[in-house]
């Protein structure tokens, strides 16, 4: 990580893909303005507790791939001797191996979400966590930012069921590897969660934004940045007119960009310029200014 978190954000926002932002990374930014300390943060507290999850992950995998051996076994068994006598027994134990190969997965799908669609989180079966669950708060409501993953095929965007954040083991999809993540199953079917799943780069900013503490305005209070002045310059700027105002994400981060690039060349001897995150919320009020003076 670089001194200014913003250039660490403007490096990684310049990448392929970038507009696809990783759950884990995702969390570790909310969760801290360093990324790395952000990631270690969060790996401590799925370390913690995934041990006994694992173990029950394992234990289930193991018997029903064992019973899906046995399954395969009877049923080559059964259609061998599919006219003689003992057809009958083989058909009864290939249906008893099938029922118990599935029975493992269709546990854990319950255990994870219940007998029944969640209408609400379930409670954990472990400790809590500030920083998981304020990020978790935002994926669960229903007008909140939508998780999606990315197909095999034409990498188009799937987009997750938000009561896919209401299991009992949500926290390991925040898991910076697959492993942990495969534990979890997708809901409302009894597969495991894809390779990795994504919030978009506008939405990630925005609950960053949204999480910062407001502080009340007083005599004497001087804001650390000049956000006025950035913005009665980029009023004044000619690109605006060149907005195409009908797509609201790529206008909010064009105007953050440029934003960006005035406090860099206004920047001190210090070089300390806002972040991203920080100035997500000014750009969405100048778009919706234009947005409500355009003709």
């Known amino acids: 990580m670089t001194g200014n978190p913003a250039a660490g954000w403007k490096i ?19 969760t801290s303005e ?36 046995l399954f395969l076994v009877f049923l080559l068994g059964l259609l061998i001797s599919i006219h003689s006598k003992s057809a009958n027994a083989l058909f009864l134990l290939v249906l008893a191996f099938l029922v118990a190969t599935v029975a493992p997965h269709l546990w854990r799908q319950a255990y994870q979400y219940g007998l029944t669609t969640p209408d609400a989180p379930l409670a954990l079966p472990h400790a809590a966590d500030r920083h998981f669950d304020e990020f978790l708060g935002h994926l669960q409501k ?36 697959s492993r942990d993540r495969g534990m979890v199953m997708r809901f409302p079917t009894a597969m495991s969660i894809p390779a990795d799943l994504y919030v978009h780069r506008d939405d990630v900013e925005k609950m960053i934004a949204m999480s910062k503490p407001k502080r009340k305005a007083g005599p004497g209070r001087n804001p650390k940045y000049g956000y006025a002045d950035a913005i009665i310059s980029l009023m004044n700027d000619p690109r605006l007119d060149s907005l195409d105002l009908s797509d609201r994400a790529k206008s909010v981060r064009t105007i953050k960009d440029w934003l960006s690039e005035w406090f860099e060349a206004a920047a001190d001897s210090s070089g ?17 200014r234009l947005k409500t003076i355009a003709p």
């Open 34 to 69: 360093d990324l790395d300390e952000g990631l270690k943060a969060n790996a401590a507290v799925i370390k913690r507790e995934k041990p006994v999850f694992q173990r029950y992950y394992n234990l289930a995998f193991v018997t029903s791939l064992l019973f899906g051996f």
């Open 272 to 288: 300390d310029v806002p972040r991203g995150d920080q100035l997500a919320p000014y750009a969405e009020k100048i778009f919706y």
């Open 142 to 177: 229903a007008s909140g930012p939508k998780a999606y993953y990315l197909s095999r095929f034409g990498k188009k965007r799937k987009l997750l069921n938000r009561r896919q954040f209401f299991g009992r083991l949500r926290y390991f999809l925040f898991s910076e590897h």
């Open 12 to 30: 990684a926002s310049d990448t392929e893909d970038s507009e696809n932002v990783p759950l884990w990374k995702a969390l570790a930014q909310f």
